[in-house]
């Protein structure tokens, strides 16, 4: 009768370790499972913020600064092109502040201009982007925080290849030194901040 007790107590104690094993295995397979999906949920949050803030970087780079660089106040532009874009855009910056911006060095910039690396304070402007499928929109904050001066034309006339003198031997075209623009971008969701991305570019015009 013992030896049978002690049997059973043995294969008593080996199932309760196989209970006990599987439910931590289980257990852990849970957990990774829901942190799999937090952080699915958390990457597609982020992208999302992401391509508002490359969407805003695009309209910044390549439609703002060729207009605003030739001397157009910052608010005309912006007025321009909240005129044709379902895009709200909000100038943030005074029209002088922009424009020494982006023709002088960062040394030079009048008092008032701020460089710091956060984009939200006192950004240059504002982008609201609107979301797709009843999503709550985003905001799109840029702004220039540090300006190296080139040589490039900012007025808009081609001076280049136009006459017959410079295709004459021996005339010499001066070596093109790019301005080079520091900029500070950051994309939130406007109801839900916590839902952001930060971006810096360097961008040379």
């Not at 049978?4 to 257990?27: C, Q």
């Not at 982008?127 to 904050?141: A, K, M, R």
């Not at 075209?173 to 994309?187: E, K, L, N």
Request: overall charge positive; some cysteine; aromatic content about 8%.
């Amino acid at each position: 009768m013992k030896r049978r007790s002690w049997k059973k107590g043995v294969a008593l104690v080996i199932v309760m370790a196989i209970i006990t094993i599987s439910s931590a295995l289980i257990a852990v397979i849970v957990y990774f499972v829901m942190k799999g999906t937090e952080y699915t949920a958390l990457n597609k949050r982020y992208q999302t913020a992401k391509e508002a803030s490359l969407g805003g970087i695009e309209f910044f780079t390549k439609e703002l600064i060729p207009l605003a660089v030739g001397g157009t106040n910052l608010s005309t532009v912006v007025t321009t092109f909240s005129v044709i874009s379902t895009a709200q855009v909000n100038p943030v910056v005074s029209d002088a502040c922009f424009l020494a911006k982006l023709r002088s060095a960062t040394s030079s910039w009048p008092v008032g201009c701020d460089s710091t690396l956060d984009a939200k304070t006192s950004a240059d402007i504002r982008l609201t982007l609107s979301g797709t499928g009843g999503s709550q929109p985003f905001d799109v904050y840029t702004k220039i925080v540090d300006t190296v001066v080139g040589n490039t034309n900012t007025s808009g006339v081609v001076l280049e290849g136009m006459g017959a003198a410079e295709s004459a031997s021996g005339v010499i075209t001066s070596q093109h030194f790019p301005f080079m623009y520091t900029i500070a971008v950051q994309g939130e969701r406007k109801h839900n901040p916590a839902e952001r991305t930060n971006l810096e570019v360097l961008y040379a015009y």
